[in-house]
């Protein structure tokens, strides 16, 4: 699991995220269904989202360095591909405190968001730039920061990030 250290302040994009998605921030968890079952939805989902959605820069499509939202136009960036996968897992039935959004450096050191999935085998990583779901030390990204699996609102460094 990633290491989890103190609270921090939300990534710019992120502070209506709350306001503005409230499920996005949801800790009430739900009954759960079997992982067995749960880890198929997370591959349908995040291969389907990842082909569904054209990466489109806050920039190009906005006007904006950063603007987090569900990517209703069928195109947008990192964290909106993150955003839009746990909102479809939930609606599977997901618990929303195993959905978390994290931002990182890329292996070229650039920002970058990415969904992460907490299952009992670590954290796993549901990324826009591959279909293939790996853990989160298989990225070799610079975890930065994450959402609090606690207080979803909440956002927290990542030990050693």
């Known amino acids: 699991m990633i290491n989890l250290d103190r609270e921090i302040q939300a990534p710019s994009g992120a ?29 349908t989902i995040n291969t389907r989202v990842n082909q569904k959605i054209c990466a489109v ?7 904006t360095k950063e603007y987090w939202t569900l990517p209703t136009q069928g195109s947008g ?10 909102f479809e897992l939930m609606q599977n039935g997901l618990d929303p405190t195993k959905l978390l959004i994290a931002t990182v450096l890329d ?15 670590g954290d796993l990583v549901l990324d826009n730039v591959t279909n293939k779901i790996k853990t989160w030390k298989e990225t070799r990204y610079l975890f930065l920061r994450i959402q609090d699996p606690i207080h979803p609102d909440r956002w927290v460094q990542i030990a050693n990030g």
């Not at 591909?81 to 746990?86: G, R």
Request: charged share 30%; hydrophobic share 25%; aromatic share 8%.
């Open 15 to 43: 502070k209506s995220l709350c306001k503005d998605y409230s499920w996005a921030c949801a800790n009430t968890r739900s009954s759960g269904l079997p992982e067995a079952r749960e880890k198929q939805i997370v591959k």
């Open 57 to 63: 820069s806050d920039q190009s499509q906005y006007g």
């Open 77 to 86: 960036d990192c964290e909106d591909f993150a955003l839009q996968k746990k």
């Open 107 to 121: 292996t070229n050191r650039s920002g970058h968001a990415v969904l992460v999935y907490r299952s009992s085998e």
